[in-house]
């Protein structure tokens, strides 16, 4: 079956950075549209950076452009989540997800990991 496994999350002071990972198995992430999401406390879940599948493009958040770049290394079905300049407000679970068609910024996707936290404070 499909598994998609976050990990690299944690807690840090603003301005530091994070290197998030999402470990595919049971689908080859060059063949999907790979995104992350994340959702604080009371919060919606909300579209972070996503990757197309097959050498497309990349998408991010305007709160996160700039900051973040997400990343995909085929030879070892994993997709990454750079995260630079970490700010308070960035804290959240960080989920990531794949669908078989190209990104959405809508969480509208076929398989989702178990998230990984992210608590960004001083």
């Known amino acids: 079956q499909v598994q998609l496994v976050e990990s690299g999350g944690g807690l840090v002071q603003p301005g530091d950075s994070l290197r998030l990972s999402c470990a595919a198995s049971?689908?080859?992430?060059?063949?999907?549209?790979i995104a992350w999401f994340r959702q604080a406390p009371g919060r919606e879940r909300e579209f972070v950076s996503g990757i197309n599948w097959a050498g497309g493009g990349t998408f991010s958040a305007d709160s996160v452009k700039g900051r973040f770049t997400i990343s995909r290394d085929n030879a070892k079905n994993t997709v990454y989540l750079q995260m630079n300049s970490l700010k308070p407000e960035d804290t959240a679970v960080y989920y990531c997800?794949?669908?078989?068609?190209?990104?959405?910024?809508?969480?509208?996707?076929?398989?989702w990991g178990q998230g990984t936290q992210v608590t960004v404070s001083s």
């Open positions: 049971g689908l080859t992430i060059s063949t999907y549209a």
């Open positions: 997800a794949a669908r078989r068609s190209l990104v959405v910024r809508t969480p509208q996707y076929d398989y």
